[in-house]
């Protein structure tokens, strides 16, 4: 092991993995650069954050500049820049949210997400989608169902909580429509047999499924949810923190299928890379949430909410070129489903697409993924995966790839599948 690996495993918690030990000391765009000086098509994103790619100037310039005036407040005073990037952020939000609140973290903006739930409906309760991601702290973890190992060890969870199926047609052999009204069936008898819609506060659910295996949800799925808590005074929680800021296909999922959020929940990509995530809903929401409600110190942090702004600035010319790469990228990748029999199923949105791997007997292949991934790191490619079995490759590129570089990351990719498909 070199120097930096020994010292990582003497110091850091091992808790927090890391997919390669491979030491990077530089990134510009879609690439990065190692200690060695080989460089690597960077294809993880930071997990889906850095949509513009590695150090894009305008986001380095706006964070230098604020550097060089006001790093921390602490809710000590106002600041610009908190101003600016909420306007920002309202002026591409869906329609209706028109406030915001600065957190750091995508799992502090879910479970803030949900106080503010449960405090302006007065109501407790609050329904989850299995297979749903929403962080890993002791409140975000209760709904997060991607994987058990995320709550081993932890329960009791926090009580009140209900989960649900979220519509899985490849996983459960079922055409989208079939897997819709079978998903709003169960939650039908949740309601009959378990806890009565008035109890609940909110309904926590990824428009696009991340971490569970980037399964997208449909619109008739959406609509029916939004029909179902609008009878019922139930809000609509989208947690848009890995599908949002272009990543699939708008600057939110929820305008790419029309359907209206009550609160969304932001993050990862909100600043490209910088700690940043906020709550946003409606100022008749937003403004019952008064002051000593909830709060933050780090929250809205200067140089992130400069980040942030220029972020959103530098997205406006990307996000309209990502229904061409989305497209693209779909059409190498179907092609390539009906050539390798390792492909079961593609799927996503955007720039945010599922590729599941599996076994002669079409179950999951965690293996597949473990060697396609090696022989990828070899090629210089960095990939993840997702999904309970980890079989999904999540193929997310920066948004801004070049088609040069886009096709580079797919010719990888096929060359891996062929060497893992010729040694099993």
């Keep these: ?17 890391f997919d390669s030990e491979v030491e990077i000391v530089d990134g510009k765009g879609s690439w990065v650069t190692a200690v060695d000086g080989k460089q ?9 954050v850095t949509n513009l790619g590695h150090r894009p100037d305008a986001v380095v310039t706006a964070a230098q500049s604020q550097l060089n005036k006001l790093w921390h407040a602490g809710g000590a005073f ?26 750091n973290s995508g799992a502090e903006a879910v479970e803030g997400s949900i106080k503010l739930a449960r405090k302006v409906t ?43 199926p979220f519509p899985h047609p490849y996983g459960w052999g079922m055409t989208q429509e079939e897997a819709n009204a079978y998903a709003l069936r169960e939650l039908e008898f949740k309601f009959r047999y378990e806890v009565t819609p008035g109890e609940i506060a909110a ?23 939004r029909a179902i808590a609008d009878e019922h005074g139930i809000l609509l929680i989208f947690d848009e923190v890995q599908t949002g800021f272009g990543r699939t296909g708008d600057w939110f999922t929820s305008q790419v299928y029309d359907v209206r959020p009550d609160v969304l929940v932001m993050g990862k990509a909100i600043a490209n890379g910088l700690p940043l995530s906020a709550v946003g809903a409606s ?22 909410c400069a980040a942030c702004t220029a972020t959103i600035d530098g997205l406006r010319e990307v996000i309209p070129t990502v229904p061409a790469s989305s497209e693209h990228a779909f059409s190498r990748w179907n092609t390539l489903k009906e050539e390798h029999p390792t492909i ?21 292949d965690p293996e597949a993924f473990t060697s396609i991934a090696s022989f990828a790191r ?47």
């Design 283 to 304: 100022s008749e929401l937003l403004d019952q949430w008064l002051p000593g409600s909830h709060g933050t110190t780090f929250g809205g942090n200067p140089v992130c």
């Design 1 to 17: 092991m070199t120097d930096l690996q020994n010292r990582f495993h003497d110091i850091i918690a091992p808790v927090i993995a």
């Design 344 to 364: 079961g199923d593609v799927r996503g949105l955007g720039l945010m697409i599922g590729i599941e791997l599996i076994t002669a007997d079409g179950s999951p």
């Design 40 to 48: 690597y098509l960077d294809f993880a994103c930071g997990i889906a």
């Design 203 to 225: 309904f926590l659910v990824e428009p696009m499924q991340g971490e569970g295996g980037y399964y997208p949800a449909s619109k008739a799925f959406l609509d029916a949810l």
């Design 378 to 424: 070899d090629a210089g490619m960095f990939i993840l995966n997702c999904g309970p079995d980890g079989n999904i490759i999540r193929f997310i590129p920066p948004l801004n790839v070049s088609r040069e570089d886009l096709d580079r990351g797919i010719d990888i990719l096929t060359d891996a599948i062929a060497a893992y498909e010729s040694g099993r």
């Design 122 to 164: 007065g109501r407790q309760g609050i329904i989850t989608f299995r297979g749903g991601f929403h962080g890993r702290t002791m409140g975000s973890v209760t709904y997060t169902t991607s994987k058990a190992k995320y709550r081993q060890g932890y329960h009791p969870l926090l009580p009140s909580t209900f989960v649900v």
């Design 78 to 103: 106002l600041y610009e820049p908190l101003v600016t990037a909420a306007e920002s952020i309202v002026d591409i939000a869906p329609d209706g949210i028109n406030k915001v609140f600065f957190m």
